[in-house]
């Protein structure tokens, strides 16, 4: 069973906007030090690469779920950045 073409282009779209909204947020709002500026970039490009590597390496279907994956990070580190700046 696979997606179709409309649900692949909304996992992609989603997925790439939330990302970039967390990490523009998380980036922009939150006084992170050097180290943790860094460690937080190569953790949201970790699940991106592997979002865009698998659309050449594996079917449609494995990339859209990454995108998912890649969705779901992306509310989670902007949750944990809300949740950090109520502290």
């Known amino acids: 069973m696979g997606f179709s073409g409309k649900a692949l282009s909304g996992a ?3 997925g ?8 523009v947020f998380l980036a922009q709002f939150l006084p992170l030090d050097k ?3 860094r460690t937080f ?3 949201l490009s970790v699940p991106i690469t592997w979002a865009w590597a698998s659309l050449w ?3 449609r279907e ?9 969705l779901a990070l992306s ?3 902007l949750l944990a950045g809300i949740g950090g700046m109520q502290l």
Do not use: E, N
């Open 12 to 14: 992609i779209f989603l």
């Open 41 to 43: 970039w190569a953790g």
């Open 75 to 77: 509310i989670v580190l």
């Open 57 to 59: 390496l594996f079917s």
């Open 62 to 70: 494995r990339f859209a779920r990454a995108m998912w994956q890649v």
């Open 35 to 37: 180290a943790l500026h």
């Open 16 to 23: 790439l906007l939330f990302a970039l909204f967390a990490a």
